[in-house]
């Protein structure tokens, strides 16, 4: 069974920088993996951040990017606001199925 | 602009079936796919599975390809999915969300789903 791996909680200041990672049991993510983020907030649905490693939705805040790191995909937040404060989960494509990272808790402190 | 309302909650026992809805409305329906993600309390995302509309292609984690039917109806742009077999183990928020060659977007507002005797 496909595990996908996420830093179970981080924390930054406001203003900081900070980058959450997605690794897979598999292996090296890759492009081909098409990995999504998405951020949740208590009791909200998810909102989708980036697809396809590094694409923005047309909401998506400038202060969010998202790359391949490492052999993993990453999502960093530049500039962070207090608003950033959430649950951030990745999703990979493995063909079938897709699987969801446990989710990173980011604490804005 | 791009809706995605899913049915009300439901409170069902062990044994049961639930068929969740997910109406939606402002853009091309036949053009997209839907995943079904659920969120057990406490918990993170779960993908249950995902239905192509033009073609009804689907695809399932193993642990729900028996348990798990999703359709669509393209004349009232809804997609459905139906869950077998509750246990309690399957109380949880269930979401859909559409998506274009693996690119999700957006995201219904939930359903709960309550397996309780």
């Known amino acids: 069974q496909t595990v996908v791996t996420q830093e179970p909680s981080l924390t930054v200041s406001p203003g900081g920088t900070v980058t959450l990672t997605c690794g897979s049991s598999?292996?090296?993510?890759?492009?081909?993996?098409?990995p999504n983020w998405f951020q949740q907030k208590p009791g909200q649905a998810p909102r989708s951040l980036i697809y396809?490693?590094?694409n923005k939705h047309s909401w998506t805040p400038v202060r969010f990017s998202g790359s391949l790191l490492g052999g993993k995909a990453a999502l960093t937040l530049s500039g962070v606001q207090p608003e950033d404060e959430a649950d951030y989960y990745c999703l990979l494509f493995y063909g079938a199925p897709w699987v969801f990272g446990g989710g990173t808790k980011l604490t804005v402190l | 602009q791009v809706q995605l309302v899913q049915s009300g909650g439901e409170v069902k026992e062990p044994g049961a079936s639930v068929k969740v809805s997910c109406k939606t409305s402002g853009f091309t329906f036949i053009n997209y796919g839907f995943s079904w993600v659920r969120q057990a309390p406490g918990q993170g995302l779960e993908w249950i599975g995902w239905i192509r509309v033009d073609n009804g292609d689907t695809q399932f984690p193993q642990r729900f390809r028996n348990r798990v039917t999703l359709t669509t109806d393209t004349s009232t742009t809804t997609a459905y999915m139906e869950l077998r077999g509750l246990t309690s183990e399957d109380t949880a928020v269930y979401f859909c969300?559409?998506?274009?060659?693996?690119?999700?977007?957006?995201w219904g507002q939930g359903t709960l789903v309550t397996v309780s005797s």
């Open positions: 969300a559409r998506d274009i060659t693996w690119d999700v977007d957006f």
């Open positions: 396809r490693t590094s």
């Open positions: 598999t292996g090296a993510v890759t492009s081909g993996h098409y």
